[in-house]
């Protein structure tokens, strides 16, 4: 599976359920999603719902976040949040279920915005156990947890790989978890600065998961500056087998094709 759309960001002109088939329609096996529901712990007929969906589509669920806020609100997500914790904690069973029915094993944990009045090594140290205990809830089913470097957002203190990188090393080395990885998304780590072929040869063994878009703006590839495609070159060489995650914004497509610009024989397995 050489793409999978993430269906929070794309085909927003669409409900949320509806796209998964359109998906599919433009010639993609696989879907990724942020947290799809309103709660950390959706109703079942809500869940039953999303997976449904998924099936009726006939396509693969590739990664899902865990619960993560108010996004468009600010919130990044609620590992390191104290007051959330409680909902995090809630919510990692209700994941590793949602992977368990869909053959999702991809789960993305949003670390969280340094909080006011919080002392960021007391953060540091809860976001380590949050995510040893979010390890544990997937690691039942082959699940791994994602950690991603993301921009745009100064209280989120995870700005480059090296940073998720130590925070991965910490909850291994403090709490024995292993199936945690690096979730390399090639625009935040390009508008945080970050030399995207250094941090490729670096950390090349540590990549779990991999999405794209251009920059500037976060449009789809071609739309700006950036060398996506070579990455993705090097990526494969370098042995990264995944999917690479389409995760950037695209105009409501009405008649456009927001994929256009790659071939559709290139969008599935086959």
Partial sequence: MPYTVNCSILLTDLPLLERPAAAKAAGFDGVEFWWPFATPTPAADEIDAFVGALADAGVQLTGLNFDAG?????DRGLISWPERTADLRANLDVVARIGERTGCRAFNALYGNRVDGEDPAAQDALGAENLALAARAVERIGGTVLLEPVSGTPAYPLKTSADAVAVLDRVRDEHGATNLGLLFDVYHLSVNGSDVDLDLKTYGDRIAHVQIA???????PGSGDLPIQR???DLRAAGYAGPVGLEY???PSGDADPFAWLPREQRSAR
């Fill in 70 to 74: 108010n996004m468009p609100g600010g």
């Fill in 214 to 220: 251009d920059a500037p703006g976060r449009g789809a």
């Fill in 231 to 233: 990455w993705i070159d």
């Fill in 249 to 251: 914004k695209a105009e």
